[in-house]
């Protein structure tokens, strides 16, 4: 829906979009921003919402914009709200200040927010819905996804070998991936709420779950580190170190650690692994997006990259497959897995394609890493996730 809007909507709601983008990624609130312009088309007041529990947008642009907002237009990256939370109705505080005329894109998905256009309409104020609705929405994803499932959005990052090992017989898998698929890997965690593991990955591995720069030191994100299942961790365990926040789950059912997230303002999942754990959320029709590096390397045994999913027949085939061959080096690749995956949200855009990572180093991590192909398309060893 994009009738009614001009040149100078456009350019306005483009602003609008580019400070939402300011906001937090990983949040329980949506990015979204504003700008209110005066009666004769001068930006007077702008803002963006920097996260839960700081003001609204359209409030940060209204104080800025002052008497300038009577008679004037607002654009929003998402509609108004209507409701109560930790700060007051925007519809109401637009109307308010005197602004005539609403501009928003995305309608509210949240049915405790929904509402705002029709009240600004009843308050005899002009609306126009939809304009740029899906540069919005792909602002705001996982949070989409998280406010019309009820549940987080859950990401599986899978690091694997071309016959879709996840760690050597002996149980390593620190070389699997190199440094430009770990890097990316970081980005990842940094724009979610929630890295998730199961007490097998966490006991073999002791992965730090942190978010991190090239150099080691930790990003200003702090992901909620979770570990799921019933055994004890050593207090030992790098999870456990305090350096940011982490949590167990014991139990052993998706739902139920979903929801228990859900209560912790989590609205994207990281999900890590193992590969016991991730068919649990495969068969539980709890996996929304995969994203896979793909070593150009061959194991021939160890653990398979996903447990059992209960098929016993070919099926269906996949639904979409993309990938990355550069014509020399590691190959990385984004696919989806033939297992069937819950319903995406309307309109989102599929799981990002990793980098191609740079040329091929030679290993330095494991004393003997196994044989795979030719050295020239072996990946770099990494340090521990
Ligand atoms: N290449 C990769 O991308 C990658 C990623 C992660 C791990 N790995 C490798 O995977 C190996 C570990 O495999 P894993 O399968 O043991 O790891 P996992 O999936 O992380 O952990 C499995 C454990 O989680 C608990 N659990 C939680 N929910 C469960 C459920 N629904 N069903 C069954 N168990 C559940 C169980 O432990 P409790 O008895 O404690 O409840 C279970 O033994 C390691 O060698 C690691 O290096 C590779």
Redesign the pocket.
Known sequence: MQHGHTEHDLAAMRAALTLAARGPVANPNPRVGAVVVDRSGQTAGAGFHAGAGTPHAEVVALDEAGDAALGGTAYVTLEPCSHTGRTGPCSEALVAAGVTRVVFAQTDPDPRAGGGADRLRAAGVEVVAGLLEGDAESLNRSWTFAVTHGRPMVTW????TLDGR??AAD???RW?TGETAQADVHDLRAACDAIL??????L??DPSLTARHPDGSLRAATPLRVV????DLPPSAQVLDGSSPSVQLR????SVALAALWDKDIRHVLL???????A?FVRAGLLDEVVAYVAPALLGSG?S?V?DLGITTTPTPYASISRTSPPSGPTSASARPCAPLSAPPPRRPPPPTPPPPPPPSPPTGPTNPPPTLPPAARSSPHEPA
């Not at 799921?228 to 055994?231: D, N, V």
């Open positions: 990052k899978i690091a694997t996840s760690a149980g390593t898998s699997i593991v199961g007490t097998g990955t966490a073999a591995d799921m299942g019933r055994r139990t052993h059912d998706p890590e692994g193992g590969p016991t754990l991730a649990a653990p990259s447990g």
